[in-house]
């Protein structure tokens, strides 16, 4: 019994009446195939629905199976046929196992000559595996299409059977023949009768001999099919068979109330016309074909059928066409449409759509059958409101900002109908693995007491790249080829059930994400796996052990047992480790153990059973469930092994295989789809396009058409026979994505959404959309009035939108467009704000800053103002861990090596000023050695390299301190701490620095790491200028406000040494020490509110420049950089996001304020820089000016002294 409708809504309640009125006995089950987990909840939720409701039900829906064609299919086959195993040899999965044991033996046979060159370079049999599984998922395809075929082969018969006409087989493919009769010969000649094509055909003859009477107690007395798009004959076949004794019920989504299967290839038509159709008339208007297939000579030619229908139902109903043809041939109305009159109901459910908007016309064209010209005479008595089309076309620049315009889109759908639900709404994709991170991270982000809450579920993405659980089993399971670095254990210890196994707790993760930067790890589990990654095994074991785990745990164990005393075996303790923290370092050591175990086992190739067996071990071992999902999943993994076991046996397959293979093979398994996943859950749902995804709902959205990407691309084998034999009934991907997409624009009730990635990300170049796009939009244009009107409708339904969320466009008085991202909305000024919008900072309490705040002022304002009022760092070394060790000490590195060897030698020589045997080239070398075993160095060799320039340059500065220790004495802590006039920021901070010298002078000193020139020392030069032009005052900054601070108690010069650097700050007054310091708090308490516009590089260089040059210019090369050295906006995150270029630094104006107050950026030669020159001198000009007093005095005494 076949039902049709252009509506699946209709289908569905005929078929929730037709249950009800008709019902089975309370223990029998009603069996329903459908084609997507979909399709049935929405069937469910028909027929539970109450029997008083608009559109009533049966109260309750249970005692059903939901159940796919092809395993239902051989469920008929059991119970019809009786002892039929549960499996069979011809089986895929099965299959692909034989295939793989014979491959080996037919590819050294000349017959299978042209399978040689699939395998060439194959290392790890995993080619080899590759295309036994393309073989077998051939050969199973022919089992279900092209059963004739393999049939003649088994017979020796070397031919294939095109449009009913016997061909020989093209010589280069008669291995396929030959291939099928070696799988017969290798199966038991018992079995060989028991693959699809055979069982089918008896199960045909043994159906004939049923009736009602005497209906196998293993069929049901109904089956539903519902919703299906396509099925193969042979389905077709099974269906008719069973509906001699068996009620089946077929429910057919058709477009169209005519007959449209004329409208095709002209090449095409003879074949198909050759059977006329019965069930649907065709128009009036269209021509008529005869019994025997000729056409009427009043009518016109074939030529004018493909042109006479529909040209959207003609490019992407092919499939949908083909098997409603398919079902004409098995349909017998006049036995059952009786039975449906009786019943109130009828068979043939056609409604005509009502065309009030752009969308319902089309659908209405497709449901007429109209062709382009009577497209064009309907549309033209009607006139278009472009607000309100039901259909619109998005551009956006990346799959990312696709789903943050939906988000806008659907937040406007909800703020105009009240009535509007999540689950009214659905949002396809060609590829939801692709899509998912952007849809967590638009939608998953807000939070659900936010206004702009959309309830949101994800369907059909694998388990695998979902599931943490998966992904650490894939990393275990790949660990023979893994590096080992942090980042990939660290990631492995985050999953819970890693966790559960080896008693982690989120304490101890965050404790050993510490532990293993400070400790030096970086990559390699010890000497012998990196020497397997391919490090040279010339290389010393100390070097190849250098920054392994078995390296920092080594330095955590040795930390534990004796603290920070000296090294021990060339093992430098890490001092970290103590107290009841210790017993992590137990629990990482058996996590290193039993990884170390399965590197080594799984590099071991082995057969199916051991392998098996192996991973069993390591699902138990480093797994234990946090809940009852992670429960599930560990149980369908260990299912997946013993159904890979099953299906080895069963193929007598017991080779050994490499980990390669098992690889993709198991991890692959846990990927499949079932009918079990969550849909329509009450939210609004995101999908892949699937067959019958395309359920009726109010709002349909269709994301990623891209051309290229939908249809989807598929890269069939270059041996697929049917390739080149279309039948009816035969799967295609694309044409199944055509019709995806027809019945996707059916199935929206209200409207259809539809986005692409229309501008390139790099350069807004135009890329095209989806071939079925541009279709649609080809037909919406040529089907108005007139190509004019076209063009501007198509115009006015297109929609593109920038680059960013964040865009001025959205917040024009003026612009069409609008968001809902309120976070990115201009701020304007109150009371509480600031001219630029921005908040002014307060506290209840009083801030407390110390002297390290007021450098990081001093060294980057910026910086400042996006950590403590935004809390945003931008450090790469906190948010990614480092999986490489160093080959080379680069200038960055540099400074951090001598920065440390400065202060550990400081600490040394601190605590030892009076050891005369002290000498500080031999403690720089002691240095050098324990920051080479805490793996802060390059492995040896590497390193000697570096260790004599790392070294030599601190020796004179270092001695110069141990000097200056032994003619001095300590003075105690300084206790600093000053109050801004508003008592709003305290000043609190220690200094332990300063010494009394021989001659009663107070000094301290201030040590750098490198040099305080940018180039040579200026030596005693133009100390105005050309000397203090190449100063690095970036590191004056870091000690300015010590050196101030110092003054409160006295007098104090401070003592600037480094390599190649020998300097002395003169002291300062007291008062103006101290008015300099609260000047600076001043300072940072403005920049809280609103960042200051200076940078210490950039500043000092205007301050400083020389008097025949522009300052602003002297300052632009410095902030922006020249052709071969980069500026300082460049290298810092917080400045480029500030002030991109100099112009809008040295005016003080912020390009986010610009844009959202409709103004262009304006320049130094247009406008007053005050901005600038102002924060720079009030910040900078007491330093830049003690600096120069500093040079002439140096200069002036240079002179005497000559």
Not at 1040 to 1059: C, F
Request: net charge negative; proline share 6%.
């Amino acid at each position: 019994m076949v039902l049709q409708s252009n509506r699946l809504e209709q289908l569905r309640q005929v078929t929730v009446t037709w249950l009800g009125r008709n019902p089975l006995t309370p223990l029998e089950n009603e069996v329903v195939l459908v084609q997507s987990n979909g399709i049935a909840q929405w069937l469910k939720l028909a027929l539970a629905s109450d029997t008083d409701a608009c559109e009533p039900g049966c109260g309750i829906a249970a005692a059903m199976n939901i159940n796919l064609p092809g395993r239902f299919h051989w469920q008929a086959y059991r119970a019809v046929l009786g002892n039929l195993p549960e499996t069979s040899p011809f089986d895929k999965n099965l299959l692909s196992w034989r295939l793989l044991r014979l491959l080996p033996t037919l590819l050294a046979e000349p017959e299978f000559e042209a399978l040689r060159h699939f395998l060439s370079d194959d290392s790890g049999q995993r080619k080899q595996f590759q295309l036994a599984q393309r073989l077998a998922d051939l050969l199973d395809q022919y089992q279900i299409y092209r059963a004739d075929w393999l049939q003649d082969w088994a017979r020796s018969v070397n031919q294939i059977t095109r449009q009913n006409l016997h061909a020989a087989m093209p010589d280069e493919q008669s291995w396929q023949a030959e291939l099928w009769r070696r799988l017969l010969n290798d199966i038991a000649p018992e079995a060989r009768n028991s693959g699809r094509a055979q069982i089918h055909q008896q199960f045909l003859q043994a159906c004939q001999q049923l009736t009602p009477d005497n209906r196998p107690p293993g069929l049901p007395r109904r089956v539903v099919v519902f919703g299906i798009s396509s099925l193969p004959r042979q389905s077709l076949e099974t269906l008719a068979a069973i509906a001699r004794c068996t009620q089946v019920l077929l429910c057919v989504h058709n477009p169209c109330s005519h007959y449209w299967g004329d409208i095709i290839e002209p090449h095409t038509a003879q074949r198909l016309f050759a059977r006329p159709y019965k069930r649907q008339p065709p128009r009036p208007d269209m021509p008529q074909v005869s019994d025997n297939g000729s056409q009427d000579s009043n009518n016109a030619t074939f030529d004018d059928l493909f042109l006479r229908g529909n040209p959207l139902l003609a490019a992407w109903g092919k499939q949908g066409r083909d098997y409603i043809r398919l079902l004409d041939e098995h349909d017998q109305r006049a036995d059952y449409e009786q039975l449906f009159q009786d019943n109130k109901l009828n068979i043939d459910l056609f409604d005509a759509p009502v065309e009030i908007d752009l969308l319902s016309r089309i659908q209405g064209d497709i449901f007429h059958l109209r062709s382009l010209d009577e497209a064009r005479a309907a549309h033209a008595a009607i006139k278009t409101d472009t607000k309100n089309t039901g259909l619109g076309f998005h551009i956006a620049h990346s799959a990312q900002r696709e789903v943050e315009i939906l988000q806008d889109h659907l937040l406007d759908l909800f703020a105009a109908d009240p009535t509007l639900r999540p689950r009214d709404i659905l949002v396809m994709v060609p590829d939801i693995n692709q899509f998912a991170p952007h849809i967590q991270a638009v939608f998953g982000r807000i939070n659900r007491d936010d206004p702009r809450f959309i309830p949101f579920t994800i369907s059909d993405q694998g388990k695998r790249h979902q599931a943490p659980i998966y992904l650490a089993l894939a990393t275990l399971m790949n660990l023979p080829s893994s590096r080992f670095g942090v980042s990939e254990l660290l990631d492995l210890m985050d999953v819970p059930a890693v966790q559960n196994a080896f008693d982690l707790d989120a304490a101890d993760k965050s404790l050993l994400h510490r532990w293993t930067e400070s400790a030096g790890i970086r990559w390699g589990l010890n000497a012998t796996q990196r020497t397997a990654q391919g490090m040279p095994a010339s290389l010393d074991t100390v070097a190849l052990e250098q920054n392994t785990w078995h390296f920092g745990l080594r330095r955590m164990l040795l930390g534990y047992a004796v603290g920070s005393n000296d090294a021990w075996q060339d093992i430098e303790p890490f001092a970290e480790v103590g107290g009841l923290s210790a017993a992590v370092t137990g629990k990482l050591t058996h996590l290193l153990r039993v990884l170390e175990h399965y590197w080594h086992l799984f590099q071991q190739p082995a057969d199916p059973e051991t392998w098996s067996a192996r991973i069993s071990a390591l699902l138990n071992q480093c797994f234990v469930a946090e809940d009852d999902r992670d429960t599930l999943l560990i149980n369908r993994a260990e299912q997946r092994l013993q159904n890979w076991t099953d299906a080895c046996a069963q193929a007598q397959f017991n080779e050994k295989l490499p980990l390669e293979v098992v690889n993709e093979y198991f991890l692959e398994s846990l990927d499949e789809l079932d009918l079990s996943q969550r849909f329509m859950a009450g939210a609004v749902n995101f999908a892949t396009l699937m067959p019958m995804r395309a359920i009726p709902f109010r709002h349909i959205c269709l994301l990623g058409m891209n051309d290229g990407d939908y249809p989807r691309q598929v890269n069939s084998v270059d041996f697929d026979l049917m390739r080149q034999d279309y039948r009816p009934g035969d799967r295609s991907r694309r044409e199944d994505d055509r019709y995806l997409f027809l019945e996707a624009m059916l199935s929206a009730r209200n409207s259809l959404y539809i986005s692409w990635t229309g501008r390139s990300i790099r350069d807004n170049s135009e890329r095209p959309p989806s071939v079925l796009v541009a279709q649609l939009r080809d037909y919406v244009r040529d089907t108005m009035t007139g190509a004019d009107d076209g063009a501007s409708l198509l115009q006015g339904l297109t929609h593109e939108y920038p680059l960013q969320p964040f865009s001025s466009k959205y917040f024009r008085s003026d612009s069409s467009l609008a968001t809902y991202a309120a976070e990115w909305a201009p701020q304007q000024a109150t009371p509480d704000h600031n001219q630029d919008g921005f908040a002014v900072y307060t506290e209840e309490e009083p801030s407390v800053i110390s002297l390290s705040d007021l450098s990081a002022l001093l060294r980057n304002p910026a910086d400042v103002f996006f950590a403590r009022r935004l809390g945003v760092v931008f450090d790469s070394a906190e948010l990614t861990a480092d999986d490489n060790e160093a080959f080379f000490i680069d200038g960055l590195s540099k400074w951090q090596v001598q920065d440390q060897l400065i202060r550990d030698a400081q600490r040394v020589l601190h605590g030892e000023p009076d050891n005369e045997t002290l000498q500080v080239p031999n403690l720089l070398d002691s240095l050098i050695g324990k920051q080479q075993r805490q793996g802060v160095l390059p492995m040896p060799p590497f390193a000697d390299l570096y260790r004599k320039p790392l070294t030599n340059p601190l020796i004179k500065p270092l001695q110069r301190y141990q000097e200056l220790l032994t003619h001095s004495t300590e003075c105690g802590t300084q206790i600093v701490q000053l109050v801004t006039g508003d008592g709003r920021l305290i000043l609190e901070d220690t200094l332990n620095d300063v010494r009394l010298g021989s001659d009663a002078t107070r000094i301290r000193c201030a040590m750098l790491s490198s040099q305080i020139w940018a180039g040579k020392s200026a030596g005693a030069g133009n100390a105005n200028h050309s000397g203090s032009s190449k100063v690095k005052w970036h590191y004056l900054a870091r000690h300015w406000p010590s050196h101030l601070a110092a003054q409160l108690n006295g007098p104090t010069k401070t003592l600037v040494l480094g390599p190649d650097t020998n300097e002395v700050l003169a002291p300062l007054d007291a008062d103006a020490a101290r008015q300099s310091l609260q000047q600076l708090m001043t300072l940072y308490q403005q920049n809280l509110s609103r960042p200051i516009p200076a940078e210490v590089k950039t500043s000092c260089a205007y301050l400083s420049a020389d008097p025949e040059k522009s300052p602003l210019d002297a300052a632009r090369s410095v902030y922006e950089g020249s052709y071969n050295v980069s500026g300082q906006v460049q290298g810092s995150e917080t400045l480029s996001r500030l002030w991109p270029d100099f112009d809008s630094l040295v005016c003080g104006q912020l390009p986010l304020q610009a844009e959202a107050q409709e103004t262009e950026p304006v320049s130094p030669d247009s406008s007053d820089n005050s901005a600038f020159v102002a924060s720079s001198t009030e910040l900078y000009q007491s330093m830049v000016e003690h600096w120069h007093l500093h040079r002439q005095r140096k200069a002036s005494n240079a002179e005497d002294a000559q």
